[in-house]
């Protein structure tokens, strides 16, 4: 029997001593210094086609890949856009003409030069492919009959624009930096195209582009690198390659930040970050981003559609309550529909958490006894949190909550076809102009089941709003930029009163980076995350 | 699937036996396709009714009606149930399982990009699951009732009982974090990424065949504790079967008979009992491989691992329809042909069985 | 996680036990057979720590008013996150200051919910299939037997996931997706019980006396198969309770604020590497009646082993 017994001890001693003897023993890991690797969620990227793609991390890749006519300096975001492939502009008397003049001497990553005709073809791909993010070229009236004279390069230095009407220089510029519009290199593509699919089937999975990076590979859901083009005409680049790694547990990519696996960890939870806070081989860096969470009623609802039901909901969410716990750091309260930083941001904050006021009011409404509603939410956990406390604020008034979390798709699904009481949620900016969050949150042209302006948050709510939709209109026809501002002011003001939608926070995003990670700029509210600054 | 075929042999008595044996074949054959066929259809059923907009997933959330009728009529989903299975199911014949609405990508790409992520891990898994599961399992037998056995059975059952996600972050921060003895979340260090050209898909074998040793260590420091976690499971199965079998064997005549005749200990223990139970044991490994295989969806969440398992739960719900059928098509046949191959090999070893 | 029936242990050894008993006295057989039973699991010390951990758990979950120290719901966003042994919060508190104690306390109802629920439909389902197909043979047998093993080839939390995403999110949807995933391997032991079963002679016997085939079924094969398919339910509800679990950590279980074990992991995961309790708490919870059932059904499967008592 002897021979089982040190059989036994044998195969315990190695298992206790394989680990040891493994040669993983490694010192403090440190990336290499002309390469940013990057920890991300980048599980929303589904097409790498800048004329396609509409989610966060889509716009950071088109961001560094791609130039735009018109382009933000990450050196200084609150100036505002500046000249971009177009090294200047002029706009006619009548305000629809706008004449880009080409800046000369930049190439493609091809080698192929930057002029005219590509950022025709490019803006024409736009409105022929219909993508998604099309509407924001396609609200100045181009359609793919009219866009041989509504875009069109007279030479290989000028590219001519014609809107259908009369819009605010401002918000036209403004949605020319979005990702949407970027600039790709025609005769590339054009090698590409299939079946007239302006090469889209390529270009989801390539780049043609004229930006400081080129992609070296993308593996969906997983990461994509690129790699530093060449001499870049905004600047130098020194950071020769980035990765960026879909690492969805905020743990995880903590541990990965704090071994010095990666460099910047982009998704860290308020106490991940909390716990960092005495590394000081790390460094935290807050941005305020456009994402704003908020809460919205149906107004086919015949309990929620009462004005003072609407108001006394105001008053049960623990505002500061939840800023100053779960989503410390990440979120501040904001309780109107433009981001802060925008022009016309409205700082008021009119609410706050109330029980008395809002049993009052429900009282008033004849709702003094409470009712039952259902709250739909994502599955992620910010927002269930959100849910959660307010699931338990609203019960201080007799109104008893249940929460349905699902699939990201399955709770849009509701929200488009108007099949909820009340969503939970949030809305991040298309492009850096008011008109972007006043579109969508205070028009609605057409309330009729029959409209389906599922693209309309006004619409989905229900909220049939004339007179607001007039407004908003109006105001982005408005050129002179001090009076626009104040016609958002006064929209958001009334807004504010009589909304069925509760504006509650807006994002903060904290990016960690290593502390010899200089330059990283993740675009603030307005635009993307630039690579290219970046230095250690 | 040994059942149903086994008695189905034995019911037609007296044939000759090439003729049986080719019967038996087609017989085989003919009910692993209509598994596969099932199996496809069940997957396929599965994905039409579930409440989950699959056009959603392609136009996004700010899409205007005009776009979203134009994509559902791009995906066939106007056409009648009965077509839309039928032109899945030509389409499958070829290989060709459509595009994934997820990645952009056609299915078969990403399933072969992602497969050998589940089985470089599960071959691992169940390399450590049966290099100390069968000797646990023997020693379990052989002191049967002592602390030995109760020792074993009890790391057994703790292994059986732990929930993976857990272990798998409590994993991590121990070994990783704290210890640093093994690498963090991913197949590779980030910055050791395409390098070396991808031939099989699997990290390990790769990197061999580029000669990169740096990248092959890193590899290994990588995938060796998710492989460990999931072959404390496979562990945890084995042993107890293995126990089981041996316990039936030692209580054989066989045994008493070779222990009367002065063979050593040893030798009836590890050469004639683990012997016979070889046989069935093949069948308990193929099938804790066959549903590693699977790829561990939980496990594979926590270590950042791309296998088939998250890329099918990920396709699940962003309704990524295409995926989800690609994939478990894919894992079912997996499943079924190692069954199936387990059952042969049974059938030719095992004189029974016969 | 394991989806073999280990048929081959039990089957000769309650063939045996069949064989040596008379009909007339099998009611009383079993009633010596349980009772011997009890006997053994009182000298199987593992198997009655199993036990006793199943027997606490159902008193947590009759008792959990008084045992809980606080409601499993009432939040305190001032109080979160506190660690185990603070004043008031003997397991320290969740990320909305919930009190995890109690949480775990009203938890163990979910959970003994989904394990007798899954418990009294797949092994019923699995019976019901494996009997039939079974003792009618033929095409109803293949098919039966095809449709079972096209459900065995799916990947198991795969498929619970696509039922739950089907039938949206829930407990009850998730009960129902797991009995859905659980059935095909009870159909199979029944199955092949039946096999044996239907050949035995007494069943030719009774037969004879004109018995018909429901008599035959429900009075004289299901009986049989019971005790193995007992065993391998209790081997099982480990694994149903991990994979609900599972369910509850992807999101698609229990939904806010019920308090699922499997849900808390969930939600402290986020917070495992500075509040580890949080995820902690829950993750032992799960994994100490795991292990109760696990032990007990070990221990179960020696004792209605008979084999095991020659030895």
Redesign the interface.
Known sequence: ?R??RS??AA?LST?LAL??T?????AE?A??PN?L?I?NRI?DI??LDPHEM??FAGTDYANNVYDTLVVFDPADLSSGYQPGLAESWSVSEDGKTFTFKMRSGISFHSGNPVTAKDAEYSLRRVVAL????S?ILTQFGFNKENMAETIRATDDGTLVITTDKKYAPSFVLNCFTAAVASIVDSKTVQEHEKDGDWGNEWL??NSAGSGAYKL??W?????Y?LQAAGDYWRGDVAMQ?V?V????????Q???L??G??DVARNL?P??V??LSSDENVKVEDTLRGRIMYISMNQKDPVLSKPKVVEALKYLI?YK??E???LKGQYTVHQAFLPLTYMGELKDQPYSFDVDKAKALLAEAGEGDGFEVELIVR?A?ER??I???L??TFAQAGITA?????????I??KY?SRDFQIYVGAWGP?YPDPHTNADTFANNPDNSDEA????KLAWRNAWDIPEMTRRTDAAVQETDAKVRAQMYVDIQKDFQKVAPFAPMFQKVEQNVMRANVNGFNPGAAITAVFYWPVTK | MTDTLGTAGRRRGATPPLFKLARALAATLLSVLLTIIGLLFVTFLIGRVMPVDPVLAIVGERASQEMYEAAYRSLGLDQPLYVQFWIFLKSVAVGDFGMSTLTARPVAEDVLRVFPATLELATLATIIGVCFGVPMGVISAVHEGRWPDHLVRLFGLFGYSMPVFWIGLMGLLVFYGILGWVGGPGRLDIYYEDIIPPVTGMILIDSLIAGDMTIFWNAVSHIILPASILGYYSLAYISRMTRSFMLEQLSQEYITTARVKGLSERAVIWRHALGNVMIPLITVVALSYATLLEGSVLTEVIFAWPGIGQYITNALLSADLNAVLGGTVVVGLVFILLNLLSDLLYKIVDPRAR | MMRAPDTQITRPGLRAWLNSDAPASRFQARMIQLYLGWLKLRGNPLALIGFLIIVALVLMAIFAPWLATAEPSAQDLGQRLLPPGSAGHLLGTDELGRDIWSRIVYGSRITLMIVTLVAVTAPVFGLLVGTLAGYIGGWVDEVLMRVTDIFLAFPKLILALAFVAALGAGIENAILAISLTAWPPYARIARAETLTIRNADYIAAISLQGAGALHIITRHVWPMCLSSLIVRVTLDMAGIILTAAGLGFLGLGAQPPMPEWGAMISAGRKFVLDQWWVATMPGLAIFTVSLGFNLLGDGLRDILDPKKSKS
């Open positions: 029997m021979f089982q059989l036994l195969a298992a680990p040891m493994m040669p993983f023993t490694q890991a990336t290499p390469m690797v920890a599980d589904v097409s509409f989610e219909e993508k998604t993010p509407f989801r999975t070296i590979n593996k969906p859901n997983e990461s690198s390659r990765i790694r879909h690492i969805a547990e905020s743990s995880a903590r541990l990965l704090e071994k696996d990666v939870s106490e991940d909390a716990g623990d309550g939840m100053g716990s779960f599955n956990q269930v949190e849910a959660q406390s699931q338990n249940t929460i349905t979390q699902g699939t990201g798709k399955q849009l699904g488009r298309d389906q302006l599922t693209g």
